[in-house]
């Protein structure tokens, strides 16, 4: 069993910026795919940027050029960058994990992952 556990949430004013941490103590020692989700009331989980086990990274549309997924493999985490954050950036992030996922230009639905956070919410004020 696998256990992620997420920080570094809080509240910011638009064009602020935050940076999420997921940390997984129990990943052996082998490469994980890991992304980054968010979720608002009413509305489906979406992911927001992932990385497989080819170390290769991918953003969601929405996100780019202002998020940064960056993996530390010593410290068994990823990290989720959020830069230039506006009002409609808010809600729960979930950090998510699965021994393998997909290769595409975006990054991996939520039902490839296996193991998930609890989450940490993020509110950006306008």
């Known amino acids: 069993q696998v256990t992620l556990v997420e920080s570094g949430g809080g509240s910011v004013q638009a064009g602020g910026s935050l940076t999420l941490s997921c940390v997984a103590p129990g990943f052996k020692d082998r490469d994980y795919c890991m992304g980054w989700f968010r979720q608002v009331p009413g509305k489906e989980r979406e992911p927001v940027a992932g990385?497989?086990?080819?170390?290769?990274?991918t953003d969601a549309e929405s996100v780019k050029g202002r998020f940064t997924l960056t993996q530390d493999k010593v410290k068994k985490a990823v990290f989720l960058q959020m830069t230039s954050l506006k009002p409609e950036d808010s809600g729960i992030y979930y950090c998510a994990a699965h021994e393998y996922c997909s290769i595409g230009p975006t990054p991996p639905p939520d039902y490839e992952y296996k193991w998930w956070g609890q989450g940490t919410r993020v509110t950006v004020s306008s």
């Open positions: 990385i497989n086990v080819e170390g290769e990274i």
